[in-house]
């Protein structure tokens, strides 16, 4: 199992360009989510899917969208980056099932923004 | 709206001391309350949590206990080693378990 994994790894844009985050997964969870990471602030919910086919805002979702088409993937879109977008992007899944609701995270993306 | 509060934010401590870390939330209808711990440049990983039918829950050297009156829970980590130095995070998830949201985090150093 090579549990939660996002692509790429590093990432530097440039102003107004455009980029996707790949995140998969391997464990059959239903639920998905986005992260951005920022120094003081924590992690703050982007977008995050309850099965395939659903999207729905987080606490933070301007400036980016989302997509789920297959149920082991979720994809997070940049259609015109920012600096302010400059941050580190962590995808999660979790199970619907049991007694917990542990989210396993991604590796992390480093996105900069110039 | 939804909102975690972490208390401090930094903390440091002489290996074999205690050190403890106190959140706050706003949402009574949370149930699930995790802490996930994050070594520099790794990715968060959780180390105990508790529902709020319970008043507290331990693990070895960690537990952690929850006021659901007072709408405040606490990591209580107990003879503190360097490889526990990392970013603690409490957090706060709502029955149905859709959406979690994190406090700001803690950065624990332990000195040797």
């Known amino acids: 199992n090579a549990g939660v994994t996002q692509t790429p790894k590093f990432r530097v844009l440039k102003t107004g360009q455009s980029m996707t985050l790949l995140c998969a997964q391997d464990?059959?969870?239903?639920?998905m989510y986005w992260y951005r990471q920022d120094p003081g602030m924590g992690l703050r919910l982007i977008h995050y899917?309850?099965?395939?086919?659903?999207?729905a805002k987080g606490e933070v979702p301007d400036g980016y969208n989302v997509s789920r088409l297959k149920k082991q993937n979720f994809l997070l879109g940049l259609e015109s980056a920012a600096p302010s977008q400059t941050s580190v992007y962590f995808c999660?899944?979790?199970?619907?099932?049991?007694?917990?609701?542990?989210?396993?995270f991604g590796p992390g993306t480093r996105l900069t923004v110039t | 709206g939804e909102n975690v509060e972490q208390h401090p934010s930094t903390l440091s401590v002489q290996e074999g001391d205690s050190a403890v870390i106190k959140c706050t939330y706003s949402?009574?209808?949370?149930?699930?309350f995790p802490w996930y711990k994050q070594e520099l440049g790794k990715r968060p990983q959780l180390i105990i949590d508790?529902?709020?039918?319970?008043g507290e829950k331990k693990d070895q050297r960690i537990a952690v206990t929850l006021n659901k009156t007072a709408k405040h829970f606490s990591l209580h980590i107990t003879e503190t080693q360097p490889e526990d130095s990392a970013v603690y995070f409490c957090?706060?998830?709502?029955?149905?378990?859709?959406?979690?949201?994190f406090g700001a985090g803690t950065r624990l150093f332990v000195k040797a």
């Open positions: 999660a899944s979790r199970l619907t099932t049991g007694n917990s609701y542990e989210q396993y």
């Open positions: 464990m059959n969870h239903e639920y």
């Open positions: 899917s309850v099965g395939e086919g659903t999207t």
């Open positions: 949402d009574s209808a949370s149930n699930y």
């Open positions: 508790i529902r709020s039918n319970v």
């Open positions: 957090a706060a998830t709502r029955g149905g378990g859709f959406k979690t949201i």
